[in-house]
């Protein structure tokens, strides 16, 4: 018998039970093989060190789990408290946009609100000395007056 073959003897009997003339074969290998003896040994060393490691090992007790997985699977849900942090979130935005609307609509109206004591300008046309002269006309709100301001074309390259 071959090591190979003597090797794979020694790791298939960690694992099931030899045939009486596989244990002879093997008994006589391993007696004039000090290599195969060595892996023997080794082998042996290696199943020690796993069964002392697998008996470390807490499993837990099944029937407990399964118990405790039943009785939450049969307990009311819990009812969850709500939270502010949506309302928190979308309500400043909010508000923030509808002022940013409101300060835009008051602030194009077409005529504002007057009482009947203020008097309300109006002013169809203005003449300039330059009929090509930019205009800009408005009521000072502090004062009253009414203000013209006209800027001239700048003057004409051609020459």
Known sequence: MSCHDTQRLLSQAQDVTLSERQRD?????LAACPVCR?????????????????????????????RAV??????PPKRRKRSLAPIVWLGA????????VFTFLSSTQSMPM??????????????????AAST??????????????????PPDSKG
Do not use: K
Request: proline share 5%; hydrophobic share 50%; net charge negative.
């Open 136 to 153: 800009m006309v408005y009521v000072d709100q502090d004062s009253g007056w009414l203000v013209v301001w006209a800027e001239s074309a």
């Open 114 to 131: 007057t009482s009947p004591d203020t008097a309300v300008t109006h002013v169809d046309y203005v003449i300039t000395g330059d009929p």
């Open 93 to 100: 935005p909010l508000a923030a946009a509808a002022a940013v």
């Open 25 to 29: 074969v093997l008994a006589r290998h």
């Open 38 to 66: 060595q892996y023997q040994a080794e082998l042996a060393n290696a199943a020690a060190v796993f069964r002392q490691d697998a008996t470390a090992i807490v499993a837990p007790d099944i029937d407990q789990e399964i």
């Open 70 to 75: 039943q009785a939450r699977l049969s307990a």
